[in-house]
């Protein structure tokens, strides 16, 4: 006889929730949702709250992110979904398992004019794998366990659910939720065959691998693929790291001669997107390794493009037992232009001039973050220059937001990442601009012990719109912000700490301080305005 559960709504979707390995929630407090508050806090489920809705599913999405398990955002009606909506947007774009469950108005007055009466659904479809309203109490932990099992389902993605208030609030008995099935995407043999003959059997092949390589859990097989058919590796996204920055194998500087002279290049999953050029790589077939067959490039004739479980695609390209190439000539060369690139950035790195040079901060951060740190991005210009200067030592460790770029994820993702990692290093870099969108939210961290280390670029402008709009008009508009503000005060008012940096050589000490504070702790950096990254690199 199958196990009964007993209780109301909230109840109901708690042990569906946990069932499918999801163990704290995120949220902003709103009345429509307390039965999920009653039912977390009588099991000892954790609750986190923030000032903003936003920060709760991009910290929902840290989790599912970094632990590649389901993330949990509780968002109250009306203004609570739509504030979150562009995390669940940044969430399908990144292909991150995050359920969002949402308070609804009653479904009995519907049409009446309740407080915050509006249908939430048709806005998130567009950006959710599922999206549903729940029509009765009984419904919630099957309800529940379709929106994971869609939401884990390569190509994964963001679920929502709508709870109108009458059916969270009452109570039934219903069959408690099984075990989770998530279903497995079988490649095509004959289209991996292809893809690996193509691969080994060329003179300059190229692996890009992005975050899905990561988010399917093909770290391992992707590192046996590259090793058995010694091909050079590019990185992107979640991808960072898959490979430690010492491996023969990894290469970061030497992108351009690589995908200028490359005869095949097999790009692993991540999107053919602005990152990468729109997938045109002169005259090199392509090879578009993707999880699932919704992610084949449309705009791109590929070579070839094999759609399913990543681990069993790169394990079966580490087995070819055709003909292989002799490519360590062609790694040889990548790595003099590597070790080039390397020495430049390097002497960047090193800069003593003052204003301070945004490549200095990265130079003096590289000294003190750990292997395993997590660093977090959030930003437009000053970020760009963490993806260049900095390489993650291991996987798992890297957070930006993604091809959707938007601007806000840095307060939730640290604490998605403090809450991920109790003991680790959380470095969130973050532009001056980005400072607007969630920094209230140091707030949040302090409120309730997640120590965080904030690094802000002040550099006073829209770097990333203030100098091509003067390129392209002679001037600029609506791109200034207030040169050298205190963006340390903001914390310290907000129960952290901070200071504000204005010479190179104040830099290092800065961090250690900052890294042994114990709170979050803001290092405001004033930076050079006339040093702006270029847009084209945005985060590849």
């Known amino acids: 006889m199958a196990e009964m559960i007993e209780g109301h709504g909230g109840d109901l979707a708690l042990a569906a929730l946990r069932a499918y390995g999801v163990t704290e929630m995120f949220t902003l407090s709103g009345g429509h949702v307390f039965p999920l508050y009653d039912a977390a806090h009588k099991a000892g489920f954790p609750i986190y709250d923030v000032r903003h809705e936003q920060s709760a599913v991009f910290a929902a999405e840290a989790v599912a992110k970094l632990q590649r398990r389901p993330g949990l955002a509780v968002l109250t009606a009306g203004p609570g979904v739509t504030n979150g909506i562009s995390g669940l947007t940044s969430a399908f774009f990144n292909a991150s398992p995050v359920l969002v469950l949402g308070g609804r108005a009653p479904a009995f007055r519907w049409g009446s004019g309740s407080l915050q009466e509006i249908d939430h659904v048709p806005l998130v479809t567009p950006v959710t794998k599922y999206a549903a309203t729940v029509t009765g109490t009984e419904e919630i932990p099957g309800e529940v366990a379709k929106a994971l099992t869609a939401a884990l389902t390569a190509h994964r993605g963001p679920a929502f659910l709508d709870l109108p208030l009458e059916v969270l609030f009452s109570s039934e008995d219903v069959a408690a939720p099984g075990a989770p099935e998530i279903p497995v995407v079988q490649p095509d043999p004959e289209q991996v065959t292809q893809a690996a003959t193509l691969l080994a059997g060329a003179e300059r092949p190229v692996i890009i691998a992005g975050s899905d390589v990561w988010g399917g859990d093909a770290i391992a097989e992707l590192r046996a693929a590259a090793e058995a058919l010694q091909i050079p590796v590019f990185t992107n996204g979640m991808g960072r790291g898959a490979l430690p920055p010492g491996h023969p194998l990894a290469f970061a500087k030497a992108r351009r001669p690589a995908l200028n002279e490359a005869d095949v290049v097999a790009v692993i999953g991540t999107p053919l997107d602005f990152r990468l050029g729109f997938g045109e790589f002169g005259a090199a077939q392509v090879v578009h390794i993707v999880d699932a ?187 200034d912000l207030q040169p050298g503000l205190h963006y340390d005060r903001v914390v310290q008012a907000l129960g952290g700490a901070g200071e504000t940096v204005e010479k190179s050589s104040e830099l290092g000490p800065a961090l250690e301080r900052a890294f042994d504070a114990g709170v979050p702790y803001l290092v405001n950096v004033l930076t050079d305005p006339a040093d702006a990254y270029p847009r084209s690199s945005n985060l590849a």
């Open 293 to 479: 067959p919704s992610q084949r490039a449309g705009h791109v004739e590929t070579a070839v493009s094999p759609a399913g479980d990543l681990r069993l695609i790169l394990t079966a390209l580490a087995g070819h037992s055709g003909r292989r190439a002799d490519h360590s000539e062609w790694i040889e060369g990548l790595r003099a232009a590597e070790d080039a690139g390397k020495a430049r950035d390097a002497e960047a790195m090193a800069a003593e001039s003052d204003p301070i040079k945004p490549a200095r901060i990265y130079g003096e951060l590289r000294k003190v973050l750990a292997p395993d740190a997590v660093t977090i991005g959030d930003g437009g210009d000053f970020v760009s220059y963490a993806g260049r200067f900095l390489e993650p030592a291991q996987p798992g460790t890297w957070l930006d937001p993604g091809p959707y770029g938007c601007l806000g994820t840095g307060m939730g993702y640290a604490m998605g990442a403090r809450v991920t990692y109790p003991d680790r290093q959380i470095c969130v870099l973050m532009g001056d601009g980005a400072a607007g969108f969630s920094l209230m939210d140091a707030e949040s961290l302090a409120r309730q012990g997640l120590p965080v280390v904030i690094v802000v670029g002040n550099n006073g402008i829209w770097g990333l719109e203030k100098h091509p709009m003067q390129a392209m008009y002679g001037y600029d508009v609506a791109a």
